[in-house]
């Protein structure tokens, strides 16, 4: 497989100057390379009559852009096509679009170092650029200070269904990553002297070789481990190293404000502790997520004290030392080290170490040293210890021993500690009311308590907190679900108690409504002994580490949050729990669930107005405010750019921390490897300070006129998609037939269930089949539907000021971040969008009206769409401010349209009734090389 020559595609799609085709030549020589290589190993492992369908495909495709052949000639060549022969083909274009993404990675650290060697200035996004906007503002100290207090910066990796490559795979991509930056940097050679093209060939042959897909169904343990698998590839290295890299720059700028003296940069998990929806969550799971992941930290700081002691091993005749290193080192007597202070202090710590990790760990790693020694009870009284050996260190003329591996591994202490991440804990409002119900009956403290009004359920729900006793006793005859509920709290509690507060640091209310559900979640976290309250409305004593997050998901929900905080501010005994978390309340914003009740411009437009009540609201309360963003790795479920989103958030919303869901692939293509990591995370820091201390919405006093001209959108919007999608008669229908949704349910894709609920309707089905049902077969629907048409109609309503209005929304996206980001993201999903593939899907659907009624409909947004976009942004490009994604398009979507066309065929055979595991399993590969290839499919 080699890169043909292509043709400029069409105008209102994605063009290429002939100044872009000379900038991406490097990128198109490594897919050339790549793909050649990739196709001499199809060949010579599975023949050539394989390959020559491959080729088939692969130059039919690039005919297809070039408009010289009808798309159905394409998929004549895969009609009744034995499903043996499709396998190689589409696992041929899947490993295609995976060594895409290594040259696109590749490329964007070749323009990135190009642009440094031009000595232009730091790219927006880059800290360094933030410190110059920084600098430039003339900040006081304690301006710093307060904005800073308390920050977090904390992406929260989530399980994912199209996340499915194994390890094998994974790894072999990294190493294949490595050499191709070592071409980069102009090396024919590795370092051990063997030829670089020939590892290539090798470890392609590896990938082929290698099933990329498991043939049972991934279970939560699989996705525990994949989520674990970025700490050794990159959070380790990385993570310490920004959390440094920050706290030393903004402490050199205001020596005197006291900041970070928190790591800024703390990750966090849902993986084992999100059980909304999902039943596989039990306390079992819980606990093999928390200990799990303290292994994973233990385990790293094991190697790295390993590796200091080798290397500390200055002897006490040719070094001074601190009083302090030689106290410690003293409590190691070996004989053979007694000239070795340094090193016989490391092997205290690594032994008080290794009696930590034999106590609160269910496995214990390598490199134990058992010296008898007493535990530490906290990662602060190790972190006590390394800071002797640094102080000693620095204060004998070893400065420069200090600042390597020993500062890594303290920073890794202060962000790590005994936990590694924080594991959310997420259920269902529904499950609680239900738990909480049956609770309260069988303690004999109310009978009924789903027929009590909200004020009713509040007034008994508040007075039951502030009470000492449990509602249950061990042996309680309780039902099958509130046991299990227990058990996972309970499960929560004891990684608390183990591996500290930071262990489980939230216990999230998906679809909260009201206050009784913030309440109901605090009832079951007492239960277990997470939340006391003892005491009156003064000087109360209070025990909550684990904060109560409500999760506002639905449009509105998302109107309503601002007034269900503060009526839940309002009760003396929630108050006096915020009051003790040091006055910090988190809420969570949906942006899935938001957008498949009513659309891209809606969703996104009740999340800012949300934004803006809750901010107010902590205004008003004297709270400080965390807002965590639900956000998915697709457009329709809040992804996109990560710099670009939270400088569209309103002002005031970020705050000095945010917390933001990762998922999916966009982990992979975001932390897979080191230096992309780097990128990523210092992006998010990046736009979290610049959020926090500079004026980015530029809107001034204009903010009111343009969110009420977003308020008149967001409602036409909204309208134009609940008329398609809630009230068009079979549209469920046409969805179910039209696209794999079904077949996301019912194949081994992910641990959990496709919808919430055992029903057909949409607001039952989990967001991210619906949304990657809709990436798969190439409509995109959520990311873009109904804007069109409410562009359309606010522009041409008033005849005789077309011009005017056309210039407000023009002035706007000019103007304001948050409106120029959502177009952008739109029309990221729109470059992505195919609705000439999309009518392939649509045959699916057996009903010929219905198929008319619904495609039609959704042809004609689309092309309206597309028309009000260029008319807002002036660009006749959809991609002309992403030229990364530009490149991306223009190169490799191609290769995506034969894994299309395969799809579509399989789907068809699997519904007639074939029931071939191999028909299946190519379904599931299709699947799994699109998400590949579109990196942020759901």
């Known amino acids: 497989m080699s890169e043909s020559d292509t043709a400029l595609a069409p105008i209102g799609s994605v063009r290429r100057t002939q100044g872009g085709r000379e900038a991406t030549e490097p990128m198109r020589e490594d897919i050339r390379l790549l793909g050649t290589l990739l196709g001499d190993t199809v060949r010579e492992q599975n023949g050539e009559d394989v390959f020559d369908l491959v080729e088939r495909a692969r130059v039919g495709s690039f005919r297809v852009r070039r408009s010289e052949i009808d798309r ?64 430039a503002a003339e900040l006081d100290s304690a301006t710093v200070a307060d904005a800073l207090s308390g ?105 005197d404000a006291q900041l970070l003296t928190e790591p800024i940069l703390r990750p966090g998990s849902w993986i084992g502790g999100d059980r909304d929806g999902n039943p596989n969550v039990t306390a079992e799971v819980v606990r093999l997520a928390t200990s799990s992941a303290a292994y994973t930290a233990l385990a790293h700081y094991f190697t790295e004290l390993t590796a200091l002691e080798q290397e500390l091993s200055m002897s006490a005749r040719l070094v001074g030392i601190s009083d302090e290193l030689a106290a410690l080192a003293d409590s190691c007597h070996e004989a053979a080290r007694a000239d070795e202070p340094y090193r016989r202090a490391l092997r205290v710590v690594h032994g008080r170490l290794t009696a930590t990790a034999a106590d609160i760990l269910d496995r214990q790693p390598e490199h134990e040293l058992d010296l008898g020694l007493q535990r530490y009870g906290t990662p602060a009284e190790l972190s006590a210890d390394l800071d002797v050996v640094d102080a000693s260190l620095r204060s004998n003329g070893s400065a420069v021993l200090a600042d390597d591996r020993l500062a890594r591994l303290r920073e890794a202490v202060r962000v790590f500690g005994f936990h590694l991440s924080g594991l959310d804990m997420r259920q269902n409002s529904d499950v609680h009311e239900e738990v909480v119900a049956e609770l309260l009956a069988w303690a004999g403290v109310h009978q009924d308590y789903a027929r009590l009004s909200e004020p009713e359920r509040v007034e008994l729900l508040a007075a039951e907190l502030a009470t000492r006793r449990p509602l249950t006793r061990d042996g309680a005859d309780l039902s099958e679900l509130a046991r299990k509920e227990l058990d996972i709290v309970a499960a929560a509690a004891r990684a608390v108690h183990v591996y500290g507060p930071q262990a489980v640091p939230n216990y999230i209310i998906s679809m909260c409504q009201s206050v009784s559900d913030m309440l109901e979640a605090a009832l079951l976290l007492k239960e277990v002994g997470l939340l006391s309250v003892v005491g009156g409305d003064e000087g109360a004593q209070v025990y909550a580490p684990v904060g109560i997050v409500p999760l506002f998901e639905t449009i509105d929900d998302l109107q309503r949050g601002a007034s269900i905080l503060e009526a839940a501010l309002e009760l003396p005994l929630y108050r006096a729990v915020v009051t003790a978390r040091d006055d910090h309340q988190e809420v969570m914003l949906g942006y899935s669930d938001s957008n498949k009740d009513g659309g891209y411009l809606a969703a996104n437009w009740a999340l800012y107005r949300a934004e803006l009540d809750l901010v107010e609201s902590a205004r008003k309360t004297g709270i400080r405010l965390r807002l965590f963003h639900g956000r998915g790795g697709t457009v329709g479920r809040g992804g996109g750019p990560s710099y670009d989103a939270i400088l569209a958030q309103p002002p005031g919303a970020v705050n000095g921390s945010l917390r933001i869901t990762e998922q999916g692939e966009v982990i992979a293509a975001k932390y897979a490897e080191p230096r992309i990591a780097h990128r990523n995370l210092e992006t998010l820091v990046a736009a979290t300070l610049e959020s926090t201390l500079l004026d980015v919405e530029g809107l001034g006093d204009a903010a009111e006129p343009a969110y009420e001209v977003l308020d008149d959108l967001a409602a036409r919007a909204q309208r134009a998609y609940s008329e398609l999608v809630h009230e068009t008669p079979g549209f469920v229908d046409y969805f179910k037939a039209s696209t794999p949704v079904s077949e996301i349910g019912a194949l081994n894709i992910g641990s959990r269930p496709a919808s919430r609920k055992p029903t057909t309707s949409i607001s039952d089905l989990r967001a991210i089949p619906w949304v990657l049902a809709w990436s798969q077969s190439r409509v995109m629907l959520p990311g873009w539907y109904g804007t069109g048409s409410a562009f359309e109609q606010f522009i041409t309503e008033d005849p005789e000021h077309e011009e005017d209005r056309l210039g407000v929304l023009q002035d706007l996206y000019r103007r304001w971040p948050f409106f120029a980001t959502v177009l952008s993201n739109m029309a990221q999903v729109l470059a992505k969008a195919d609705l000439g593939l999309a009518a392939r899907y649509s045959e699916l659907v057996e009903d010929s009206e219905l198929r008319a009624r619904v495609f039609d409909k959704i042809v004609a947004e689309h092309d309206r769409t597309i028309r009000m976009l260029g008319l807002i942004t002036g660009h006749d490009d959809l991609l002309a401010d992403n030229p990364a994604l530009a490149r991306s398009v223009f190169n490799r979507f191609p290769y995506l349209e034969p894994l299309n066309h395969l799809q579509v065929e399989l789907l068809r055979r699997y519904r007639s009734g074939d029931d071939d595991e191999l028909v299946q399993r190519g379904i599931l590969l299709t699947m799994s090389g699109l998400a590949t290839a579109l990196r942020n499919s759901g």
């Open 151 to 255: 920050a977090l910066v904390a992406p929260v990796i989530t399980a994912h269904p199209t996340e499915t490559r194994r390890r094998t795979v994974f790894d072999t991509q990294h190493r294949i990553t490595e050499l191709m930056r070592l071409r980069l940097h102009g090396h024919s050679v590795t370092d051990t002297g063997r030829d670089i093209e020939h590892e290539l060939r090798r470890h392609i042959l590896t990938l082929w070789q290698t099933a990329l897909i498991r043939l049972s169904r991934l279970k939560i343990q699989d996705e525990i481990e994949t989520g674990l698998r970025y700490y050794a590839s990159a959070f380790f290295d990385v993570i310490p190293q920004v959390n440094a890299e920050v706290r030393s720059a903004l402490q050199a700028r205001w020596p």
């Open 72 to 135: 159905a000639e394409l998929a004549d060549l895969f009609d009744g096509i034995d499903v043996r022969r499709a396998i190689p083909v589409i696992r041929a274009f899947t490993h295609f679009a995976l060594l895409a993404n290594v040259a696109e990675d590749i490329h964007r650290e070749r323009r990135r170092a190009v642009h440094v060697a031009a000595g232009k200035p730091p790219q927006n996004s880059s800290l360094a650029a933030t410190y110059l906007k920084l600098d």
